[in-house]
């Protein structure tokens, strides 16, 4: 009988500390997977293989008791930064990439951070370094995700265990990190619109750098990007737009179509439709045509399109017709496919934008490691992973809102969802396979998201639309004056509200209840458990003469309970008190009246009692509740986790037009502070922010006059 031991994928050998043997990396009968945080432990799975599907018992590792050796990177160690590139040879470049994957896959281990999107990119990012000449040239991506073999290139790799960890390497490009990064990555689609900016600039001023800039499959989804590349065809600017294109769809049906084949004929196709000779033949013949005149550049340009929408794929005369010269596709693994089209295409002046088509595939592993049989199946976009433990039987509020959304749409049939967004949480599929008609992923197209809600709703259904804090910011405009100045039904979901952990202020949602609290027909709510949640959604649901939305946070559920009642409309804008004392009052604003109540804890064994209450309803405010707690107490506190100008504010009007601050009530106000907090655990955040548990109780210790107990409490 064979002996079994774990197969590896990734950049590592691992050992046992101790008395423990050793483990060999090969294989002998059976693979073992050690699942990344976000994936279920300790259960029974199945695990689908080539060879059919296998029960399969998950255990969790004690990490500690592993010590990781590294492949080997021999020619990743000599680079220090991009220069280094400029002397290896195509030999030494195809063992730079795989040195590359190696170290990409051992941080992702190490860090339990996705790290595939950029595994994708590693031959793109070196022939990027190995042909212009950055910093002086400018680099600039759509996708932090995608940036990471960049940021190993460009003097960060020492840092890379510390990504997207306090005071650590951020999740995106950022300008205060290096010189190499010549504009910050967000949410995507903005690197074209900057990029021609730098463009422009740098014509204006009569210098001579390179501009690049790299999109992906996802960004081409957002209008900013057409709008961009209509203004770069127009102003003919010489720029370069590279289109990474992984093949990812919005819809999985389309994912069965046969994909575009790169051959050899192909390959010299794109290598002389990207020369030199061809490209300055090509613009000789456009001048002569419009010298001969009678039509002839009218004719010859329709034969030109013609000829080159044949040879290329489906939808490549799009980008001609904004006025981009179109090269590809390339294979994007081709080290040296790559860096030929790129150095004609950079050898070139005054020609204009031009767009080179990349295919990448984001399932490359280094070639001198062994195949795992077994595939990572956490998906990149976002990393809720720090935002909860790693058991998997812990549910998330999105997990809680799917359910009751469910619940909801089996009873009422007009109930429809549409999301958008980057990426999208796991549980969101439940709902898109129960109701595949009605359901509707838009990508990053927050704007059309919004207005095709509202058509939607003016059609006789009720859409909820699913969006994250900070990408719903994008659609504001359409927020007000296709939903909100009509008052069309939309039901806004607003998702990963507040802190983001490793996201940090790229994807923070700290300024949803502000812009969405100053539209005078919307209603906005935030639960601040999940029964609260379930109940938030029956609400919106009953709701169909004006806008409503409702916000909840990335992580774990509060109470865990295995069983969901069906969920009780509220009475809008009615608030609740859930403790009763006379000391102090905490009034808590979605997920934060958990925290009120912590401190409440705090706070009731220093003898200090507490009224915690929850107020449900930023708009409508309810004023009875608030009223209540100003007569019945001195000393009044708001908590929220958002931006100065949300439900505090809301409640300061009221307080002040109300008379209440002109008696015995004091009121503090705890926010979100006026800065952007970078990125760190949640835990890290929040102390951050000063919107702990402890931080509250120091807040009211400081107003009741105890100044002492408030510093040791915080010590």
């Known amino acids: 009988m064979g002996t079994a031991s774990p197969q590896y994928s990734f950049g590592i050998s691992p050992h046992f500390q101790g008395n ?65 590139l400029k002397n290896l040879s195509p030999k030494e470049l195809k063992q730079l990439a795989d040195d590359i994957r190696s170290e990409l896959s051992f941080i992702m281990l190490k860090t339990q951070k996705p790290l595939k999107a ?96 790299v999109i992906s499959n996802g960004t081409t989804m957002a209008g900013q990007l057409y709008e961009a590349m209509s203004n770069a065809g127009y102003l003919d600017s010489d720029m370069i737009v590279i289109l990474n294109d992984s093949r990812h769809s919005l819809h999985p049906k389309i994912h069965g179509t046969p994909n575009e084949q790169i ?18 033949f090509r613009e000789s013949l456009k001048g002569l045509t419009k ?15 013609y000829a080159r929408g044949m040879i290329g794929p489906p939808g490549s005369t799009l980008f001609e017709e904004l006025g981009l010269y179109y090269i590809g596709p390339v294979d994007g693994h081709n080290i040296e496919d790559l860096i030929c089209v790129l150095h004609e295409v950079a050898s070139l002046d005054s020609t204009g934008p031009v767009l080179v088509h990349v295919i990448t595939k984001e399932d490359q592993e280094p070639q001198n490691l062994q195949q795992s049989d077994i595939s990572n199946k956490q998906e990149e976009g976002s990393s809720k992973s720090d935002s909860f433990s790693s058991s998997g039987s812990q549910q998330t509020y999105g997990d809680h809102f799917v359910e009751a959304l469910i619940m909801e749409a089996e009873r009422d049939k007009d109930i429809v969802a549409v999301h958008a967004g980057m990426g999208m949480e796991k549980s969101l599929h439940l709902f898109r396979e129960k109701f595949p008609d009605r359901f509707f992923e838009v990508g990053m197209a927050e704007q059309h998201a919004v207005t095709f809600s509202a058509g939607l709703a003016c059609g006789g259904l009720k859409p909820f639309c699913i969006i994250p804090s900070a990408f719903l910011q994008r659609a504001y405009d359409q927020v007000v004056h296709d939903v909100d100045r009509q008052k069309i039904p939309v039901r806004f979901v607003i998702t990963s509200a507040g802190l983001v952990g490793s996201d940090g202020p790229a994807q923070c949602g700290a300024f949803d209840v502000a812009f969405m609290s100053c539209l005078p027909n919307m209603i906005v709510m935030a639960p601040s458990d999940e029964v609260e949640l379930v109940n938030m959604v029956a609400t919106a649901s009953q709701i169909d003469d004006r806008p409503v939305c409702f916000r909840y946070p990335r992580g774990a ?51 200090i009692e507490v009224t915690v209450a929850d107020a449900r309803f930023c708009k409508p405010l309810d004023i009875n509740l608030v009223r209540q707690l100003c007569e019945n107490h001195s000393f009044l506190i708001t908590v929220e986790e958002g931006s100065v ?10 307080i002040t037009l109300d008379g209440q601050l002109d008696g015995k009530v004091k009121w503090r106000p705890i926010v979100l502070p006026d800065h952007y907090i970078e990125h760190a655990s949640p835990e890290e955040q929040l102390a951050l922010a000063g919107l702990t548990g402890h931080h509250i109780a120091a807040t009211a210790l400081s107003l009741l006059g105890r100044a002492r107990e408030a510093l040791l409490l915080m010590c």
């Open 263 to 280: 051959n050899a004929l192909s390959s010299t196709l794109i290598k002389l439709q990207s020369s030199k000779f061809f490209r300055r």
């Open 557 to 607: 559920l509060v109470q865990m309970n295995d069983s969901m009642c069906t969920g009780m409309p509220i009475e809008i804008g009615k608030g609740r008190v859930i403790i009763d004392g006379k000391d102090i009052a905490l009034l808590g604003y979605g997920a934060m009246v958990q925290n009120c109540l912590r401190a409440q804890s705090l706070l009731s064994k220093l003898g």
């Open 645 to 654: 100008g949300g439900f505090g504010s809301h409640v300061a009007q009221f």
């Open 291 to 305: 010298r001969i005149g009678r039509g002839m550049y009218e004719w010859a340009a329709k034969v030109d399109e």
């Open 118 to 213: 950029s595994l994708a990119t590693v031959e793109l990012t070196i022939a990027l370094h190995y042909v212009f000449h950055a910093p002086m040239d400018k680099i600039l991506w759509d996708v932090g995700a995608q940036t990471y073999a960049h940021k190993i290139l460009t003097g960060r790799r020492s840092l890379m265990h510390t990504l997207r960890e306090k005071d650590g390497v951020s999740g995106n490009t950022s300008r205060f990190e290096s010189e190499f990064d010549p504009f910050g990555s967000a949410h995507g689609c903005n690197s074209v619109s900057a990029g021609l900016g730098l463009a422009v600039a740098r014509d204006i001023k009569a210098k001579r750098d390179r501009v690049v800039t």
């Open 20 to 84: 423990s043997a050793q483990i060999s990396p090969k294989l002998d009968s059976l693979s073992v997977h050690f699942p990344l945080r976000g994936e279920i432990f300790g259960s029974t799975t199945s695990s689908c293989t080539s060879k059919g599907c296998v029960g399969r018992i998950y255990s969790l590792p004690n990490f500690d008791e592993f010590s990781w050796e590294k492949v080997p990177t021999p020619i990743l160690d000599t680079i220090e930064n991009p220069m280094h």
